[in-house]
């Protein structure tokens, strides 16, 4: 199994901060990786897929960048909403796995 | 608009079995597989398997095999997951998911929680 490791575990921020968040991969998996935020009580929702590229109806402030191995979910300026759980899941071969998702707490 | 509405909490004792629906609206169901995808208590998301509503073809994580069967009804658009065998470590939320590949937007069930207790 293709293993996701993500850090940080946790982070506290500030509104405006910029946050990054580092998912690797036990092997190359090409650009097959997307990024989910999830919040308390509700299902996850993707917000990048194919490693970089926004789906639609995401804010611009959350990018993505990355291939093969190292991959980075960046939100430009934190904004309260952004408050969440993150996500990397790589989709390259089976079994689908997730990282173990980075909290972004309030500072 | 699209939905997918999955059944209610089910509480069950260890070795029993758990069948959870997922109904599909506001797309052609057969038009995309439906991926499932757990969270046990305050943890991270587990994939779980697909089904393909068209043809019926299945995949698995190997954790699962032998011990998850996924089923649709075409008729009624609902796809179904049945775990069998529970044990206490598969209480979590279940939700199934229409994840494309593609940059279409996604669509999630809003959970099921499967509770595991003797």
């Known amino acids: 199994d293709i293993q996701m490791t993500q850090s940080p575990s946790s982070l506290s921020a500030s509104v405006g901060d910029r946050v990054t968040i580092t998912c690797r991969a036990s092997?190359?998996?090409?650009?097959?990786l997307g990024w989910y935020q999830q919040k308390p009580g509700k299902a996850p929702k993707r917000l990048i897929y194919a490693a970089s590229s926004l789906q639609s109806g995401v804010p611009s402030r959350f990018s993505g960048s990355g291939s093969g191995t190292e991959f980075t979910l960046t939100i430009s300026s934190l904004q309260p909403e952004d408050f969440a759980t993150y996500y990397c899941?790589?989709?390259?071969?089976?079994?689908?796995?997730f990282g173990q998702g980075t909290k972004v707490e309030i500072k | 608009q699209v939905q997918l509405v999955q059944s209610g909490a089910e509480v069950k004792k260890p070795g029993a079995s758990v069948k959870v629906s997922c109904k599909a609206s506001g797309y052609t169901f057969t038009d995309y597989y439906i991926h499932w995808v757990r969270q046990a208590p305050g943890q991270g998301l587990e994939w779980i398997g697909w089904i393909n509503p068209n043809s019926g073809g299945t995949k698995y994580a190997q954790k699962f095999q032998g011990r998850v069967t996924m089923t649709r009804d075409t008729s009624i658009s609902t796809a179904y997951m049945e775990l069998s065998r529970l044990r206490s470590d598969d209480t979590a939320v279940y939700y199934c998911a229409r994840v494309p590949g593609s940059g279409e937007t996604d669509y999630w069930g809003q959970g099921t929680l499967v509770t595991v207790s003797s």
């Open positions: 899941l790589q989709h390259n071969s089976y079994p689908l796995t």
């Open positions: 092997q190359g998996i090409r650009n097959d």
